[in-house]
């Protein structure tokens, strides 16, 4: 881990110390003991992890994988309860595993992504009639036309 610099305003965080902050936090470390073994101060380093803006999406990503390393384990563990001698604990793991199996499948249907739809068809519009527009009478000039003498 890359010491952080020993200044009291939040600075952006290097990438590696980042990534390495935002895994020991995942996992459960604390501020003392990151900035320990970072070799700063702790409200330091916690004030440049929350003014650093890509700190949260790597401490989400960190978080991510250990609730996965921790669910991966517990299914080691209960596969190998699975197997054991003792049929009452072989027959709570076996239906514990097959809960979690079902519920991870449920919101995996929920989480997949729908089918593209496309749009739906353009309503179709009555079929525009064309007004046919009177036909306006010739000016007349303001002649008057007198009755032929005779």
Request: glycine share 2%; net charge positive.
């Amino acid at each position: 881990m890359t010491a952080c610099a020993p200044v009291s305003v939040p600075v952006p965080l290097s990438a590696e110390l980042r990534s390495d902050v935002a895994y020991r936090r995942a996992r459960g470390a604390s501020w003392d003991a990151v900035a320990a073994a970072a070799g700063c101060d702790p409200d330091t380093l916690r004030r440049a992890a929350t003014a650093d803006p890509l700190f949260a999406a790597a401490y989400e990503r960190e978080w991510a994988d250990a609730v996965r390393e921790a669910e991966a384990d517990a299914l080691r563990r209960l596969q190998k309860l699975t197997a054991s001698e003792d049929e009452q604990v072989a027959l709570r793991a076996s239906v514990v595993v097959v809960r979690y199996a079902v519920a991870y499948r449920r919101a995996d249907d929920r989480r997949a992504p729908a089918a593209p739809r496309t749009p739906p068809p353009a309503p179709l519009a009555p079929p525009r009639v064309e007004k046919e527009a009177t036909p306006r009478p010739a000016p007349t000039a303001a002649i008057r036309r007198e009755p032929p003498l005779g």
